[in-house]
């Protein structure tokens, strides 16, 4: 069975940062292609970062989070810095392309001072 328990989420004041980690299990982790999403209140699930042969991320993240994995420990982090109020959402991660019937709870980002 496919899983991700996503952790390190919390409240932060802007300009701060917080690493964020996926531990994932279920299937060839390393044989995967990983991604992150977010899903701010009232508004729909967004691409935030992915990595697979190289690393991509959304324009409005892009020089501020850094994804990275661990192949050994089945784990993807997002390294998220200079974080703003509108990052504020629930943050998961998945394969990608996302298995849509294997979302973790995700873990809460709130950025406010």
């Known amino acids: 069975q496919v899983r991700f328990v996503e952790s390190g989420g919390g409240s932060v004041q802007p300009g701060g940062s917080l690493r964020l980690s996926c531990a994932a299990s279920?299937?060839?982790?390393?044989?995967?292609?990983m991604s992150w999403y977010r899903q701010a209140l009232g508004k729909e699930r967004e691409f935030v970062a992915r990595?697979?042969?190289?690393?991509g991320y959304a324009d409005s993240v892009k020089g501020r989070f850094t994804i990275s994995r661990d192949n050994d420990k089945s784990t993807v982090y997002l390294q998220m810095d200079s974080l703003k109020p509108e990052d504020t959402a629930v943050y998961y991660c998945n394969t990608l392309p996302a298995r849509n019937d294997a979302w973790g709870r995700g873990t809460q980002v709130t950025v406010s001072s």
């Open positions: 279920g299937f060839a982790f390393s044989k995967a292609g």
């Open positions: 990595i697979w042969f190289g690393t």
